[in-house]
């Protein structure tokens, strides 16, 4: 008697103990293919707990295709994730839709241009020469002077109490337009300093006139005189005792 008890017990609570809140169940391949209100899980047809669940409350039921409940996304959602394709996109498509150009058609840049200007050739340069036409001119050449030239004449200093003519004997004759006109009687003061500095009399003290005919000259040793009083001559000489050095201008 405790037997039979057993083994009826075992055919009617194991089966409830399997799948609780389920009837018996059935092969399949989708929910169309089990009895109304089942649905295929796991190939077989079950009929749901009251709250859809398993004994505990999380079983998660298979839809129409059958398809196991952990196909879903990574993230629990339950949603089927598509492809992530964005990557490909965002190599050939800018971030505003747009294609950008790639390594290969990107030329045009200004390194191109360098390059190709690399190749031309530096624009050439004419040569261009000034020509001045001098017409019949033609320059002259100075003439030989061994004395200092300045004013256009050539000076020299005479010796004491000698005349100009001798001072120039050996150097051309004396040229009476220097001697009077640009130095002596007839030139000025400023123009008799800068004679008497030419020939190294500049540090003596200068008086601007004199009673001779000497014109331009050095005299007692230690002063330096423009002698205005009579028209300076190329003859004249100072008489004994003064000393008077002439500056005169001569032809070379």
């Known amino acids: 008697m405790i037997r039979t008890i057993a083994l009826v017990l075992a055919f009617v609570v194991a089966p409830a103990i399997a799948a609780p809140g389920c009837g018996p169940a059935s092969e399949c391949t989708g929910s169309s293919d089990c009895p109304a209100g089942q649905v295929c899980y796991f190939g077989s047809c079950v ?17 129409d295709d059958g398809a196991r409940p952990d196909a879903a996304a990574e993230d629990g959602s339950g949603d089927e994730v598509a492809p992530d394709d964005t990557e490909d996109d965002a190599t050939a498509d800018g971030p505003d839709g747009t294609e950008e150009a790639t390594d290969e058609d990107a030329g045009g840049g200004p390194e191109d241009a360098v390059e190709d200007d690399a190749t031309d050739s530096p624009p050439e340069i004419e ?56 130095a002596g009687s007839g030139g000025t003061d400023a123009q008799c300093v800068a004679v008497l500095a030419a020939l ?13 005919d000497l014109g331009c000259h050095f005299a007692w040793g230690s002063w330096t005189y ?27």
């Open 226 to 252: 423009w002698s205005t009083a009579a028209p300076t001559t190329c003859a004249a000489a100072a008489p004994g005792g003064a000393a008077a050095v002439r500056m005169c201008a001569c032809t070379e």
């Open 47 to 63: 009929t749901p707990a009251g709250d859809g669940g398993d004994a505990e409350g999380n079983l998660e039921v298979a839809g």
């Open 127 to 182: 040569e261009v020469s000034d020509v001045v036409d001098l017409g019949d001119w033609t320059a002259e050449a100075l003439p030989v002077c061994d004395g200092a030239w300045l004013g256009g004449y050539c000076w020299y200093a005479s010796v004491a109490d000698q005349s100009c003519d001798a001072a120039c004997a050996t150097h051309g004759g004396c040229n009476l337009a220097g001697t009077r006109d640009y």
């Open 200 to 212: 190294g009399f500049g540090s003596y003290p200068h008086q601007d006139w004199s009673n001779n």
